[in-house]
């Protein structure tokens, strides 16, 4: 599986921003698709989970309430709308697949990973 995020930028704090993650390959056998992110110097840490087979989503403490994740299947692609971003959210972030369990959260659970794009919120 390859993968494939967009749609990071500088915003300021308050703003919006959608990332965007297109899977190519082995899709059929995705069985979770989930965003992650790394600031400097600190460690990657879950975003959000969204299962490719039923919908159903998950989300850090961090970010509930101000970011949903969305799946298109028919395209392959997952979303992570992100409201009223606060400048410690600034970060590369990651999209990632699971073609086992679909319910981990840890970045080893994830076989498969995107380049990241990054997210800069200004002050």
């Known amino acids: 599986v390859q993968l494939q995020a967009s749609g990071g930028g500088l915003v300021q704090a308050g703003g919006s921003l959608r990332l965007s993650c297109t899977a190519s390959g082995r899709t059929a056998s995705i069985n979770a698709m989930c965003w992650f992110r790394q600031a400097p110097g600190k460690e990657r840490e879950f975003v959000a989970r969204?299962?490719?087979?039923?919908?159903?989503?998950y989300y850090a403490d961090s970010v509930k309430g101000r970011f949903t994740i969305s799946g298109d299947t028919a395209k392959n692609t997952v979303y992570l709308q992100m409201n009223s971003l606060k400048p410690e959210e600034s970060a590369i972030y990651y999209c990632?697949?699971?073609?086992?369990?679909?319910?981990?959260?840890?970045?080893?659970?994830?076989?498969?990973w995107g380049q990241g794009t990054q997210v800069t919120v200004s002050s």
């Open positions: 969204i299962r490719w087979n039923t919908g159903s989503t």
């Open positions: 990632a697949a699971d073609l086992r369990s679909g319910w981990g959260t840890r970045p080893g659970d994830y076989g498969y």
